[in-house]
């Protein structure tokens, strides 16, 4: 097994420490992870259940601050002091500290969460359907999962809430939440940082600071995180490396408290990830089907038409031939205000959060040393806004209650292209099926591109009440109503590659039918 071994040098207020040889391994969403040893989640995960004996955990999870041991929901809190234990900085990581919490991840665009197995399928990703388990950082939905894969920088907690949240919470969530809370700023100065070297050029650096302006009155804080770790598979193709990781994320924050019963926070934060990340690698060829019969125009024959010779199969060799650009690169930033006022019997808060999330990727499409599919991308330009307003009963009543209304607006627009190389032709149509004048007509430098525009907006009023009918007895209940507009329009074009005019018209007529049954001309909306 491959583990890095850490040095972690950590410095606090007025005192440094350096911490012995720790032994750690990084997992970054977005790119395999190395292997990771069996014990270390159950080791953090019972050093985070001793933490929590004998300790008053705070947490949110009904719009309100207490005890976790008070809260009558299905709910996990992972601590800012286990996550810096863990070593844990992504959610892909957090996983291991939280039961029945999964996070699946082939790149950002494409990442699932489930909770108890509830959330969404892997293999089905839509721009215009929002995940089943809402993601809230500082009470602020994120509508696409991409927008949580970056590093957790200079956290209080997460919760994990299993189950539906939708009298609680402005989106609805229907297989459960994970509400992130970072550190807010401080009136006594702060300052924390941490600096860690591995193997595989692993270095990660993280800080954060915080300081009165105003005394009592305004405080700021500023959190930096930035991680890189080399590739580690060998692309023998290009000399490279592939399956790297590269972050860097930057938190800036102001806490305005005018008076002893109105808190004013503001947040604004970037975020940038830039991989040479997703290759395949080939673990298994089968050239037959269980019953024995032979799979036709399998990988071999394909490959041996091509005259291409496969790397030996091995995937502990960590190597790939790919011939084309491979990237996972995206960009996330966004500002939100949060106003708290404290009336005495009760409290209003308001939330105004807006974002924008860019993902660029590229893919070599066959993942081997042959120009066969040398384009596969769909990019995302995805802005969101959104605005809710709560209020809330304070101390303790008969009835304790939260209610609110929620109102979210988000466009993605999307940019996909499909690309054929030299080799496409022979390896899909074989000059035994197709005339190689048709299917390289048809499929040597072809190009198919993509537009997509779906957009929500969403308005919600959601109440949820709790009566303390004794001691021993409290019944809640709740109420939501959502009205979702949701409308987009999907295009394709074929845009490049030979101009079919130039063939006779029987064989233009053979080359569009094969470019059709590979990437039509399409165009449709659809409206809910």
Same mark, same amino acid.
């Given at each position: 097994m491959s583990f890095y071994n850490n040095l972690i040098i950590n410095s606090l207020v007025a005192s440094t420490a350096i911490a012995a040889l720790a032994t750690g391994v990084a997992s970054p969403a977005g790119a395999a992870p190395l292997e990771t040893p069996a014990e270390a989640p159950e080791a953090a995960a019972a050093e985070a259940a001793q933490d929590a004996i004998g300790a008053e955990i705070l947490v949110t999870a009904r719009r309100r601050e207490e005890r976790a041991q008070d809260v009558p929901i299905a709910l996990n809190v992972v601590g800012a002091e286990t996550l810096e234990r863990s070593g844990a900085y992504t959610l892909g990581q957090v996983q291991q500290l939280v039961p029945s919490l999964q996070v699946f991840s082939f790149n950002p665009r494409n990442t699932n969460i489930n909770i108890r197995g509830l959330g969404s399928n892997i293999a089905f990703t839509s721009d215009g359907l929002e995940n089943g388990v809402g993601v809230y950082v500082d009470q602020v939905y994120y509508g696409r999962v991409g927008l949580s894969q970056f590093d957790l920088v200079d956290l209080e907690r997460i919760e994990v809430l299993r189950g539906p949240q939708g009298t609680l919470f402005g989106k609805n969530t229907t297989a459960g939440a994970i509400s992130i809370s970072s550190r807010a700023p401080s009136f006594d100065p702060e300052f924390s940082g941490e600096a860690t070297l591995g193997d595989h050029g692993y270095h990660q650096v993280r800080g954060s600071a915080s300081a009165p302006l105003i005394a009592d009155k305004l405080a700021a804080r500023i959190s930096i995180a930035d991680t890189h770790r080399d590739g580690f598979i060998d692309n023998v193709t290009t000399g490279s490396k592939a399956q790297d990781y590269d972050n860097f994320s930057v938190r800036g924050q102001l806490l305005a408290k005018p008076t002893d019963t109105l808190a004013i926070r503001l947040i604004g934060d970037f975020a940038r990830q830039r991989l040479n990340c997703c290759i395949g690698v080939v673990t298994a060829l089968f050239d037959t089907f269980d019953n024995g019969t032979p799979i036709a125009n399998s990988f071999r024959q394909r490959a041996a038409r091509a005259g291409y010779t496969p790397l030996p199969i091995d995937p502990f060799a960590r190597k790939t031939d790919a011939d084309g650009h491979y990237q996972a690169n995206m960009k996330s930033y966004g500002v939100s205000g949060q106003i708290d006022w404290d009336l005495?019997?009760?409290?209003?808060?308001?939330?105004?959060?807006?974002?924008?999330?860019?993902?660029?990727?590229?893919?070599?499409?066959?993942?081997?040393?042959?120009?066969?599919?040398?384009?596969?991308?769909?990019?995302?330009?995805?802005?969101?806004?959104?605005?809710?307003?709560?209020?809330?009963?304070?101390?303790?009543? =008969?009835?304790?209650?939260v209610a609110g209304l929620y109102y979210f607006d988000q466009t993605v627009n999307g940019y996909g292209a499909t690309g054929y190389g030299s080799a496409?032709?022979?390896?899909?149509?074989?000059?035994?099926?197709?005339?190689?004048?048709?299917?390289?007509?048809a499929l040597n430098g072809f190009i198919a591109r993509s537009t997509s525009t779906p957009s929500i907006k969403s308005y919600a009023a959601f109440a949820q009440g709790t009566w303390h009918a004794s001691e021993a007895l409290s019944v809640t209940a709740g109420l939501r109503f959502t009205h979702e507009d949701k409308d987009g329009r999907y295009t394709q074009t074929?845009?490049?590659?030979?101009?079919?005019?130039? =063939?006779?018209?029987?064989?233009?007529?053979?080359?569009?039918?094969?470019?059709?049954?590979?990437?039509?001309?399409l165009d449709f909306t659809a409206k809910l």
């Open positions: 005495g019997p009760v409290a209003l808060t308001s939330i105004t959060a807006w974002r924008r999330w860019i993902w660029n990727p590229a893919n070599d499409g066959d993942s081997i040393g042959l120009p066969i599919i040398t384009l596969a991308e769909q990019a995302n330009r995805q802005r969101q806004f959104s605005q809710e307003l709560r209020i809330a009963s304070t101390g303790t009543n =008969l009835i304790d209650y496409a032709p022979d390896w899909f149509l074989p000059a035994a099926a197709v005339p190689s004048v048709v299917s390289q007509a074929q845009t490049e590659g030979v101009d079919l005019s130039t =063939l006779p018209d029987q064989l233009a007529g053979a080359a569009q039918a094969i470019r059709n049954s590979f990437n039509p001309d």
